[in-house]
């Protein structure tokens, strides 16, 4: 299984990750590949015929969570007059996560006990 370069970059997109400093292509590769599903013929994974297709909103979520993680320390503040909300960020990132899981094809299986 190899994501195509397409859609590593839809997926920076996603994440709104321009640089390539924190999230390289290839390590964008790697969080694409976490979520192969049944192709559009209805091939599996690891069928021959499979065509690569995968849950691109499911690895968003991943990279998501990550920089929430990022940034859980931040904390609002006042000084010399001014309002600082870094909290914003956090809370950003969650919804956003949670917005992609939401579009995922991970919502199904979520619920499955």
Do not use: C
């Not at 069928?47 to 979520?61: F, G, I, R």
């Amino acid at each position: 299984m190899v994501a195509t370069e397409k859609q590593v970059a839809q997926l920076r997109r996603l994440v709104d990750e321009s640089g390539t400093d924190t999230y390289s292509d290839g390590l964008l590769a790697e969080y694409v590949e976490r979520y192969p599903l049944v192709d559009s013929a209805g091939y599996e994974p690891d069928d021959d015929d499979w065509t690569e297709t995968y849950d691109l909103y499911a690895a968003a979520a991943d990279i998501l969570f990550e920089k929430a993680a990022v940034v859980a320390d931040e904390f609002d503040f006042d000084a010399d007059g001014a309002t600082f909300n870094m909290s914003q960020k956090h809370r950003s990132y969650l919804a956003q996560a949670e917005r992609m899981l939401g579009l995922s094809a991970l919502q199904v299986r979520r619920h499955v006990v």
